[in-house]
């Protein structure tokens, strides 16, 4: 069964925020709202959207704070739609992150199409790395954990990726030589280990410590403990 992208509204107008959840449901898209505004970061997170359609005048957190902190955090496109018509907001809200800028009122049929050309655009996106909590942007080399997110440098990262796509499978020394220097034959191990063991720092400061936990004589391993699963938990 092919799931249908979901699609979260921000918008503070109960009016406006009924009448773009009824356009988008008419296409077939699952649309969801905002129901408030005390903690929208989390609300937002725990929908897993597909594409999020933002306001900027926003009660609380404005819409320019909410998307950079999910830009900051998250993979899925923003359209922003606002009655706010000035280059200078558009322009700050591109610079944040927002993939594009609507002002209403605006034709239905334009934001069905625009919301259309970016899920398009991010569906040819390779698809987020998960495992149990985990998420790894394979294009920004960036893991997201709970609400943290961290850029890895490039060598790192291909060493998380290949951790993430055999997780909780083990991954050879080997097969990471492979992946970074084409063989193991003319490489000093020490230069893995010090790759892994910045890798491990890394993943500490956001609260990933022994993460990656090393099996003697196979490899490395990506693991998350029962005291870091129950810490992610609401």
Not at 133 to 157: H, R
Request: charge should be neutral; proline fraction near 6%.
């Amino acid at each position: 069964m092919i799931m249908k992208p979901c699609i979260m509204i921000v918008e503070d107008d109960l009016y406006l925020r009924d009448e773009l959840i009824h356009t988008f449901m008419k296409e077939g898209y699952a649309v969801l709202g905002i129901s408030s505004f005390k903690s929208p970061e989390q609300e937002i997170l725990d929908a897993h959207p597909d594409l999020v359609v933002l306001d900027l005048n926003l009660p609380g957190k404005s819409g320019f704070e909410l998307c950079k902190w999910l830009k900051g955090r998250c993979t899925f496109p923003i359209l922003i739609l606002t009655a706010r018509d000035n280059l200078g907001d558009e322009l700050r809200a591109l610079g944040l992150g927002a993939d594009d800028y609507l002002t209403k009122p605006c034709h239905p049929g334009r934001l069905l199409a625009r919301a259309s050309r970016l899920l398009e655009t991010y569906q040819k996106m390779p698809p987020l790395l998960r495992f149990g909590g985990l998420s790894f942007d394979v294009n920004a080399c960036k893991i997201m954990w709970k609400t943290a997110s961290l850029p890895l440098p490039e060598t790192e990262g291909r060493i998380f990726r290949l951790l993430m796509e055999h997780a909780p499978g083990i991954v050879s020394k080997e097969c990471i030589a492979d992946e970074l220097w084409g063989g193991s034959d003319y490489v000093d191990e020490n230069i893995l280990q010090v790759n892994m063991t910045r890798l491990r720092k890394n993943l500490d400061k956001i609260g990933l410590k022994d993460a990656v936990q090393t099996v003697r004589g196979r490899g490395y391993v990506l693991r998350l403990s029962s005291e870091t699963e129950t810490q992610m938990k609401p």
